[in-house]
C-alpha cells in the first residue's frame, strides 16, 4: 500500500449530510525533561496519518481532568498528575461509527504534564487504539524535529511546532488558547 501524502484526504469536502456526533475529549501534552513531546502515530478511517497526544472522550460521569488521568493510565501506563487546561481544539473530521461514514466533532480541552521520560505501556487498548499494536506507534518529538519533519503524516494540531516553545519556558495561558486545526 502506498503511504498518502500530506493532507491528501483532509482536502477531501465532508459531507454535510452524514450524522455529526459530538464527542468531548481531553489530551495531554506531555513533556519530558528535554521539552521533548510523547505524540502517538495513527491513521484515520479517512485515511489521514497523524501524530497527536495521547486523550480521548470524556465520558459521562466524568471531568476533563478525570478523563485525562483515566486516558494518561490507559495508554501509558502512568499516574501522573494532570495540569493546567492550555489550549483548546474545536473541529469536525470523517470518521465511522459502526462502520458507517459520520462525522465527528471533537471539543478537546489540552491539559499540560511534565514528567521523566518513559515508554508508554498501554492498560487498556480499545477498537479505536488499535494502533498501539503497531511498531513505531508512539515518539518523543523535540519542536525541532516536528518544525523540520518533511514526512506524510499530520500533526494535531498542526501548528503544533509553533505552539509548545512558549509552554516549553514556562509561559502557560492564563486563558486557555484556541489552538485551530
Known amino acids: 500500500m502506498s503511504e498518502p501524502t500530506r493532507g491528501q484526504p483532509a482536502e477531501q469536502p465532508l459531507d454535510a449530510s452524514l450524522p455529526l456526533v459530538e464527542r468531548p475529549s481531553t489530551r495531554l501534552l506531555i513533556l519530558d525533561e528535554t521539552g521533548c513531546i510523547l505524540l502517538f502515530r495513527a491513521t484515520t478511517p479517512a485515511g489521514l496519518w497523524l501524530w497527536f497526544p495521547p486523550g480521548g472522550g470524556v465520558e459521562a460521569s466524568e471531568t476533563h481532568e478525570e478523563a485525562g488521568g483515566r486516558e494518561l493510565w490507559e495508554e501509558t501506563g502512568q499516574r501522573l498528575p494532570i495540569g493546567p ?97
Open 85 to 181: 487546561h492550555v489550549w483548546t481544539r474545536d473541529v469536525v473530521v470523517p470518521w465511522e461509527i459502526d462502520g458507517r461514514p459520520a462525522r465527528v466533532r471533537g471539543i478537546e480541552r489540552y491539559h499540560l504534564i511534565r514528567t521523566e521520560r518513559f515508554d508508554p505501556a498501554p492498560q487498556f487498548i480499545d477498537t479505536l487504539e488499535g494502533y498501539m499494536h503497531d511498531e513505531g506507534w508512539f515518539r518523543w518529538w523535540s519542536v525541532d524535529e516536528i518544525v523540520a519533519h518533511t514526512g506524510y503524516e499530520t500533526f494535531v494540531p498542526r501548528d503544533l511546532g509553533r505552539l509548545l516553545p512558549p509552554i516549553l519556558v514556562g509561559e502557560v495561558p492564563s486563558e486557555p488558547l484556541d489552538v485551530g486545526l
